[in-house]
C-alpha cells in the first residue's frame, strides 16, 4: 500500500455523437493524488502481482469551438494491472499492463441551449514499464 501523487500533460479531442460539433485537439493539464495497492509473489528472481491505483486529478483544458467556450475535466481516473518482472539485487525492472478507467467532466455553452454538462466514465488501458528500487536489503 502506499501514496503516489504526480502532473499530467497532454492533448484531448471530443466529438459529439451526432457529429456536429468536433472540438479538434487541445491541451489538458494538471496534479493527481491517490493511492496505490498490490500484491507481488516472488520465486527465485521472478516476480509477479497485481496492483491497482485509485487518483483524484485537477487535469483539464480547454478550447473555443466556433466562438463556443468548451472544457473536459478528468476527475478521477483508476487502474488495475498485472506485473511481471526480475530481481536483480536492489534493482526491480518490470511490465505492466490492465484497464483504466477514468470519470470526465464536459462543459459546452451555447446562446441557444445555455450551459450543457456531461458526465461520463472512460475506459481504456494502461501499460508501462517501471524500475522499482531499494536503498537497503531487509
Sequence with gaps: ?????????????????????????FRVDGGLFGATFGLNYQAGN???GVEGDVDWTSIR????????????DLQWLSTYRARLGYAFDRFFPYVTVGP??????THASTPATGLV??????????????????????
Excluded: C, Y
Excluded at 12 to 25: A, I, K, R, W, Y
Excluded at 117 to 138: F, N, Q, Y
Design 117 to 138: 454538462t456531461g458526465h461520463e466514465t472512460r475506459s481504456g488501458w494502461a501499460v508501462g514499464t517501471g524500475l522499482d528500487t531499494a536503498s537497503a536489503k531487509i
Design 61 to 72: 483544458g480547454s478550447q473555443n469551438v466556433g466562438g463556443v467556450p468548451f472544457s473536459a
Design 100 to 105: 483504466a478507467f477514468g470519470g470526465l467532466t
Design 1 to 25: 500500500m502506499g501514496a503516489n501523487g504526480g502532473g499530467s500533460l497532454g492533448i484531448s479531442e471530443h466529438q459529439f455523437t451526432d457529429l456536429s460539433v468536433d472540438t479538434g485537439t
Design 46 to 48: 521472478w516476480v509477479w
